[in-house]
């Protein structure tokens, strides 16, 4: 069933960014998943991060695989390009599109079950190719479309809303990346946009793969007790690796953080957040350093948030495949199609 569109009544006149575009001009159809669903909390932090930096809507490309989370970018940029792809294969589709039309700004969006279940194999050359795109994983650990069956990122223990406990080891999307060469890998909350905008906007800057796994309780199959994906869970086991700063409207919120320790926040809604500073021996550009780490938090029973690794270096798709500077779709037909004389040249090199 088609999105429905949403109802324009400004009630006052809204910002306008570098192009002249308000907010409202990021934004895509309603949403018709959950109400309360992390998805939607993506959604907005997209939204923003795209109106902040002036993007032209017309340059911008979103695609999508099958699942809940693939029907996120029907509700941000209405008038960007997008292409909702079968279980599994959005990289690939990103891939040819990026091979075609360098020229425009990129962004997947997919779930737990359709890049790292089906989609793991396409999800791995997205990976090596290092292609241009900024690749958001709405990880949620449940199939949420097919009533909340455990998937891949499913943590040992997590319980099912049914009570059944999962026994197979998860797999970690962050660590996945970073073992395959992905040269930016960041993990996020969808409660916590004051982190990931900024994320987001890194991303989309990034030249090259860049990977943000962001943690997405389902609030239908996945936010009970004994769930680790949970709203209570993330917010009680979260850790900060880039600073933020956020002052309510009622009072602003003040802690003393140790040096590198933890220091747990009561905020406004009653949940409390554990925030550690950032380790005196942390580097971000350390691939062996970002995995270790990593790992040990996970043997803590913490999630790191933040930028964990980038790279900003390492060639990209076009780099690697000497592809030209202007954009296929640009190119004149001579240039694309130079005939048969010119084949039969090239074919004489294997000769």
Known sequence: MPSIKKPLIPLAPLPVNELGLTLRDYEGGMSTLCAGCGHDSITAAITRAFFDLSLPPEKIAKLSGIGC???TPTYFVSGAHGFNSVHGR???IVTGANAANRSSIYIGISGDGDSLSIGAGHFVHAVRRNVNMVYVIENNGVYGLTKGQFSATADVGSSAKKGAANETPPIDPVIMALSLGATFVARSFSGDKGQLIPI?????EHKGFALIDVISPCIQFNNH?????SYHYVREHEIKEIDQVYIPPSG???AVLPEDGIVRVKMFDGSTLAFRTL???YDPRDREGAMHYVNQARLRGEIPTGLLFIDEDAPDVHELNSTTDT???????ESLCPGSAELARFMEGFN
Not at 200 to 204: E, P, Q
Not at 327 to 333: A, E, T
């Open 69 to 71: 989370s693939s029907k």
């Open 90 to 92: 959005m990289p690939p």
């Open 200 to 204: 987001i906007k890194a991303a989309v």
């Open 225 to 229: 007790e004994g769930s680790t994906k």
């Open 252 to 254: 602003e919120i003040t």
């Open 279 to 281: 380790p005196s021996n």
């Open 327 to 333: 954009p296929l779709v640009d190119l004149p037909y």
